[in-house]
């Protein structure tokens, strides 16, 4: 049973029909949903309903978790969003295929997690996201960032930041928030740190990076519980 419902993705159309009723809210969701599903069998209808012509989300076929490319492209289509996210404190858009992160994020000013992970394209946040006051958990795995958004230093609650997997090859002072405690920038092209590092430090991962040296800030960092390091030796320790 599980291979058959693999083989013909049963589970991702239901699940596509069922975001798709949520987003409408038709008035027989039940009679929606079958709809979605016949429709679902058609190759050209498909096609169609992926597109995204303001080009924010990569509606191109891959490991896309359906339900939240779903919801990306409500987020992206600059619908109201008062309703459907302002009141989220939980947001997760991993392997959304997201393309760019739209302003309307800057609404939902009560979340405390967001998750953007595994979307290979996304390289830039809009300065909307210096509205999330409340932020305090935001991973980025396997993403395009080159570099940290500077908007990030400025969110008073950031707890705990992780860009493992991106393409950092730059942190600019003032980009890292001064509340972090966790800091997880494994698996990037990192050579130098910020001078100024956040003083709360708890824990920081900069394994497979190219760092030679570390900024004398760390050994201002009184928490600091851990660190992990690449494993070519410092040129110069702090």
């Not at 946040?125 to 500077?150: D, H, K, N, W, Y």
Request: aromatic share 4%.
């Amino acid at each position: 049973m599980e291979a058959y419902l693999e083989e013909h993705k049963v589970r991702e159309a239901i699940a596509a029909a069922v975001a798709e009723m949520l987003r409408q809210r038709p008035e027989n969701p039940l009679n929606f949903i079958g709809q979605q599903l016949l429709a679902a069998s058609e190759p050209a209808p498909i096609a169609a309903a992926s597109k995204d012509p303001r080009g924010l989300v990569d509606t191109s076929p891959g490991q896309q978790d359906v339900v939240k490319a779903a919801m990306a492209r409500d987020l992206a289509s600059g619908i109201d969003l008062a309703s459907k996210f302002a009141q989220l404190t939980d947001l997760s858009f991993k392997k959304a295929g997201l393309m760019v992160l739209p302003p309307q994020i800057g609404t939902c000013m009560n979340l405390k997690k967001l998750d953007l992970s595994l979307n290979p394209a996304l390289c830039a946040m809009p300065t909307e996201m210096g509205q999330l006051r409340s932020l305090r958990i935001l991973f980025t795995l396997g993403c395009a960032f080159t570099e940290v958004p500077t908007v990030l230093g400025t969110l008073p609650s950031l707890y705990m930041l992780s860009f493992k997997s991106n393409r950092l090859s730059t942190i600019s002072e003032g980009a890292l928030a001064p509340s972090l405690e966790w800091l997880i920038l494994t698996d990037n092209r990192l050579e130098a740190l910020p001078q100024a590092l956040p003083l709360g430090l708890r824990k920081v991962m900069l394994t497979n990076n190219r760092l030679r040296s570390l900024p004398a800030s760390i050994c201002l960092c009184l928490n600091l519980e851990l660190i992990r390091l690449p494993p070519k030796p410092l040129a110069s320790p702090p």
